[in-house]
């Protein structure tokens, strides 16, 4: 076997031999096909896999609840009153921030209002928000929504940073364009880490920087971010972002996400926020009084007391993801998987996939997203078509394949068969 031969089953067999984390395969549960063959899941950037320390915590979780009832809150290795308190140093280092400035609560969209109660205040001269064309849907209905909410109109208080014609990614020049003309008009600006259509990641650290220095909040959703890419929102100075932590974190459809707050913040009582009793200083939240006094931290924001089925499950991902020796490690792996991908599919396909997603590994995660670009067949037909071999990849309109093959559960093999698989479809 030539070095160079990288379209072969033995050279994805030396990869996955030389991989240091191998092994973190065997802590999930990977789905299987009719055949009873695994499943080639590259859909990590949509629904993690199930993590089996997370089914452990869980079902740990289910038993204290059958055996103590009310007495869980207080007994036990992870009692439940201060359960979320177990999650946050892994969740803040796992997105760069200090443990005061971090909290897992609520849900992403859910999180991106409560973040917007606080830090978007429009003033008359300064009420606009910027946020991206191609905005996750959710996130555009919840800043629209903040707009009228205000009473301020849409047309004039929403402004968009557009992809130029036709092309897919976003151009900087743009959006320091939009900036150089708004900036003083502008309250907030609420971007993606990693746009979940083309795989871009953004320079979160330049954006909050030019945008300070207009006096622009920044908050980022970080939905496809984090658990993908290295992250530091301390030292990057930004306001406030917002995860979900079904995706790349791998903790069940709707569980609890997270939220960061930048510790220039967590301290402020006079900033605006919409209170609940759990966001009301420990010590003295039971004496059931009427005057808030928050948590001079991230977890001043809480609403409710948390649903700890759920965490649990957070936990036993965080688990793993310190077992595998944390985002450093995993971003390492990742590196080297999405670019084999990306090296195969040139080599075996050319033209025939057109890769939107940046060449440039600084700008991309894990996911690659493809467009088929073959006479007479259909993106979505491919994708089909791929199901029915085994691949689970996801499809996005208008005309996407997503493929993210994720450094804890997907292996060498899975990239080189995907990739022969496509080309035997095609
Ligand atoms: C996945 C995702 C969401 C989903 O929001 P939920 O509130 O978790 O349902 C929102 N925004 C972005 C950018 C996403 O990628």
Redesign the pocket.
């Given at each position: 076997m030539l070095d160079n031969e990288i379209n072969t089953l033995n050279y994805a067999l030396a990869l996955d031999k030389a991989d240091p984390i191998a092994h973190m395969r065997e802590h999930f549960a990977i789905p299987k096909q009719a055949s009873g063959e695994n499943e080639y899941y590259f859909t990590g950037n949509s629904l993690g896999l199930q993590p089996k320390l997370a089914r452990e915590a869980v079902i740990e979780l289910l038993d204290a609840w059958q055996q103590r009832g009310v007495k869980g809150h207080f007994e036990g290795d992870f009692p439940w009153m201060p359960y979320h308190e177990f999650l946050t140093e892994q969740a803040a280092e796992i997105v760069g921030a200090l443990p005061k400035e971090v909290v897992m609560m609520n849900?992403?969209?859910a999180n991106l209002h409560f973040m917007m109660a606080s830090f978007y205040q429009p003033a008359k001269q300064r009420s606009k928000i910027l946020i991206e064309d191609h905005a996750?849907p959710?996130?555009h209905y919840a800043v629209e929504s903040q707009l009228k909410h205000h009473g301020k109109d849409v047309e004039n208080n929403l402004l968009l940073w557009k992809p130029r014609d036709g092309e897919e990614l976003l151009n900087y020049d743009d959006l320091w364009q939009i900036i150089a003309q708004h900036g003083d008009e502008i309250a907030l600006i609420l971007l993606?880490g990693v746009q979940?259509y083309t795989g871009q990641v953004l320079d979160m650290k330049l954006i909050t920087q030019v945008a300070h220095a207009k006096g622009i909040k920044v908050g980022f959703?970080l939905?496809?971010a984090a658990g993908n890419i290295e992250l530091s929102l301390h030292d990057w100075q930004v306001d406030f972002a917002c995860w979900?932590s079904y995706?790349y974190l791998n903790s069940g459809a709707g569980s609890v996400?997270g939220c960061f707050i930048h510790q220039k913040h967590v301290e402020n009582t006079e900033l605006n926020r919409l209170a609940g009793w759990w966001g009301h200083d420990k010590s003295t939240r039971f004496k059931m009084e009427n005057t808030f006094k928050p948590i001079a931290s991230a977890e001043g924001w809480q609403l409710s007391n948390p649903p700890v089925l759920s965490l649990a499950a957070v936990r036993g991902s965080y688990d793993t993801i310190k077992l595998a020796g944390g985002m450093q490690v995993l971003r390492n792996k990742s590196l080297k998987l999405t670019q084999y991908l990306l090296d195969l599919i040139a080599l075996e396909l050319g033209e025939k996939i057109r890769v939107i997603t940046p060449a440039d590994a600084n700008q991309r995660g894990c996911q690659l997203s493809l467009m088929v670009n073959v006479a007479g067949l259909d993106g979505k037909a491919m994708y089909n078509t791929l199901e029915e071999n085994g691949i689970t990849t996801d499809w996005r309109e208008p005309n996407v394949i997503r493929v993210a093959p994720v450094p804890l559960y997907n292996n060498f093999q899975d990239v080189y068969h995907f990739v022969r698989i496509l080309k035997e479809c095609i």
């Open positions: 849900s992403l969209t996750f959710s996130d993606p979940y959703d939905a496809h979900c995706k996400a």
